[in-house]
């Protein structure tokens, strides 16, 4: 009975996590516009969604968004070895106009992708926000 009410909510959380890692990536590209040589870097959503939903549990999600750290006590739990990278295969961007440096950072789509997401982040934070209080006040009988 729990799995049915939480099972919305387990498949949002994972998106939140991979919108927020996609908005890491994205800022990332427009930090690096005037880095030489730098590629731009992106992975389909869509992809890694159904990877991260294929996989055993929510740990690998949880995993992938702390991947950074370390335990520093013995009777801490091990998270898993699947790293961020395991989860969305992160890619190269082509470059839509060469440039001299070789950098192919197009700020104008960067921009509209950074948008995009944001945009998509927040619906997702609000569509978790409405099921949680759909859910508290299904609990409280109002």
Do not use: C, W
Request: glycine residues 4%.
């Amino acid at each position: 009975m729990l799995e049915r009410l939480t099972g919305t909510l387990d498949f949002n959380a994972k998106a939140l996590v991979l919108r927020a890692d996609r908005q890491r990536i994205i800022a990332s590209n427009i930090a690096n516009v005037d880095t030489p040589n730098y590629v731009a870097r992106d992975f389909k959503f869509s992809e890694a969604l159904e990877n991260v939903t294929k996989s055993s549990g929510s740990s690998s999600a949880m995993a992938s968004s702390l991947s950074g750290l370390s335990t520093t006590h013995t009777r801490h739990l091990e998270l898993s070895a699947e790293s961020a990278s395991s989860d969305k295969k992160l890619g190269y961007a082509v470059a839509t106009q060469p440039s001299m440096d070789g950098n192919s950072v197009d700020l104008d789509r960067e921009r509209a992708v950074f948008a995009d997401n944001a945009l998509r982040y927040e619906s997702t934070l609000r569509f978790i926000n409405g099921h949680v209080k759909t859910m508290l006040s299904a609990i409280q009988g109002q």
